[in-house]
């Protein structure tokens, strides 16, 4: 079970292990209040993909198509996920941005899901 929430809401019981999926560590929160039990800053967009993307929901289908591209090249990445997700039957995909459709843990949860 694959799960998506942002960061920067209350850790839950519900979470099972959870990983942060962003390059950069989220603004203004500590590691205590983060709950990450793991960060996975390689599994994020390139810098020049995410400096591009903006998170502007008008490239959001550009930005899909090449960050499953850039994940297609993270193979032990992906194969890491799905391996912590048998492991801990649930797994909740971390992101700090203010979009909850649009962001690098939707895509991630999707290709996870093929």
Same mark, same amino acid.
């Given at each position: 079970?694959?799960?998506?929430?942002?960061?920067?809401?209350? *850790?839950?019981?519900?979470?099972?292990?959870?990983?942060?999926? =962003?390059?950069?560590?989220?603004?203004?929160? #500590? /590691?205590?209040?983060?709950?990450?039990?793991?960060?996975? *800053?390689?599994?994020?967009? #390139?810098?020049?993909?995410?400096?591009?993307? #903006?998170?502007?929901?008008?490239?959001? #289908?550009?930005? /899909?198509?090449?960050?499953?591209?850039?994940?297609? =090249?993270?193979?032990?990445?992906?194969?890491?996920?799905? =391996?912590?997700?048998?492991?801990?039957? /649930?797994?909740?995909?971390?992101?700090?941005?203010? =979009?909850?459709?649009?962001?690098?843990?939707?895509?991630?949860?999707?290709?996870?899901?093929?």
């Amino acid at each position: 079970m694959i799960n998506i929430r942002r960061v920067y809401e209350p *850790k839950s019981a519900e979470d099972g292990y959870r990983v942060l999926v =962003d390059r950069l560590w989220p603004r203004g929160l #500590s /590691k205590e209040k983060a709950g990450v039990d793991l960060w996975m *800053k390689e599994i994020g967009p #390139s810098n020049e993909l995410r400096k591009w993307f #903006s998170h502007d929901p008008a490239k959001w #289908s550009e930005f /899909k198509t090449k960050y499953i591209k850039e994940l297609k =090249d993270k193979p032990d990445l992906i194969a890491q996920l799905k =391996d912590l997700e048998k492991q801990h039957k /649930k797994l909740t995909l971390l992101y700090g941005a203010h =979009d909850e459709e649009h962001n690098q843990a939707v895509v991630i949860a999707e290709v996870l899901a093929k």
